[in-house]
């Protein structure tokens, strides 16, 4: 597991057997004796991606004002995001092949997204259009838009994150009833 993660975090889109076995030290024949095929060996590497990453996923504040709810929210995916950055773009290459990965990754959004809801309730209740601004928040606040403005537009990680707390921000001011 650790081996197919480090790969991954090294930028090998898709390990094989091979490469895990040389990373490993173990042979090949000896991982197909522990794992009965790739995907095994791919469920528990998201496991164990989870289980390093989960006490990143923290709790938010629910109260206070909107800009410090803001902050807190994008402070923690900045760091969510950085950290799980390498094993996420290969895992996104890897999920069209594996549903254990495809279900890592959906749970993974999910969270997010409940994480939003709660944190920014007051806002949404507040809207006449909840569903919609939390649909637009999740996207805002997505690993996606995060990898976009780090990777292709080369943003810093703070600027990345005053450019997200920005969008945050616009769309629940724009939301508030008149």
């Not at 597991?1 to 000896?30: C, N, Y």
């Not at 495809?102 to 409940?114: I, K, S, V």
């Not at 209740?125 to 403005?149: H, K, V, Y």
Request: hydrophobic share 45%; net charge negative; aromatic share 4%.
């Amino acid at each position: 597991m650790e081996a197919i993660l480090d790969l991954l975090k090294e930028g090998h889109p898709r390990p094989t057997a091979q490469q895990v076995s040389d990373r490993s030290g173990i042979s090949i024949r000896s991982i197909f004796r522990l794992f009965d095929d790739m995907e095994s060996l791919h469920r528990l590497a998201v496991d164990r991606q989870l289980a390093l990453v989960r006490p990143l996923f923290v709790d938010l504040p629910v109260e206070g004002s909107v800009g410090e709810r803001v902050a807190a929210l994008v402070e923690n995916r900045a760091e969510v995001y950085e950290v799980i950055a390498p094993v996420r773009r290969s895992g996104i290459n890897l999920a069209s092949r594996s549903p254990a990965i495809r279900r890592g990754l959906t749970e993974a959004d999910r969270f997010c997204r409940r994480q939003l809801a709660d944190v920014f309730a007051p806002e949404l209740s507040l809207s006449g259009a909840a569903p919609e601004l939390l649909d637009a928040l999740d996207a805002a606040t997505s690993w996606e838009t995060w990898e976009r403005l780090r990777s292709p537009q080369g943003l810093s990680p703070a600027r990345a994150g005053r450019t997200m707390a920005l969008t945050v921000t616009a769309l629940l001011t724009a939301s508030e009833p008149s």
